[in-house]
Nanobody, 124 residues
Framework: QAQLVESGGGLVQAGGSLRLSCTAS?????????VGWFRQAPGKEREFVAD????????YYAESVKGRFTISRDFAKNKVYLQMNSLKPEDTAVYYC????????????????WGQGTQVTVSS
């Protein structure tokens, strides 16, 4: 399995923006079908945020982030991004990059590779 590394988290005020990045160390994302983002807030289950088909570019989003977050990928840099706009305090969580060999995967169990996570904190 590839080692996934996230970056870009931080502290931002409500209404602000952040862009998270994920790269696969030692392996290209082309060995996976889907690459995505999950998040976990304190005391809550890890939940799906968004994912993208690495080859075809199809994207899928949780209802809670539709219209505010955009997932994209860069073949040349072997990276996946999560652009987060209009952030809300309820978006505060540790965000995890994950990769799956299942098309349209949105369940945690379908993702076999995970990063260590990056903290996103949105202040009100």
């Amino acid at each position: 399995q590839a080692q996934l590394v996230e970056s870009g988290g931080g502290l931002v005020q409500a209404g602000g923006s952040l862009r998270l990045s994920c790269t696969a160390s030692g392996r290209t994302f082309s060995t996976y079908i889907m690459v995505g983002w999950f998040r976990q807030a304190p005391g809550k289950e890890r939940e799906f945020v968004a994912d993208i088909s690495w080859s075809g570019g199809s994207t899928y989003y949780a209802e809670s982030v539709k219209g505010r977050f955009t997932i994209s990928r860069d073949f040349a840099k072997n990276k996946v991004y999560l652009q987060m706009n209009s952030l809300k305090p309820e978006d505060t969580a540790v965000y995890y990059c994950a990769a799956s060999r299942k098309f349209r995967a949105t369940e945690k169990a379908d993702f076999g590779s995970w990063g260590q996570g990056t903290q996103v904190t949105v202040s009100s």
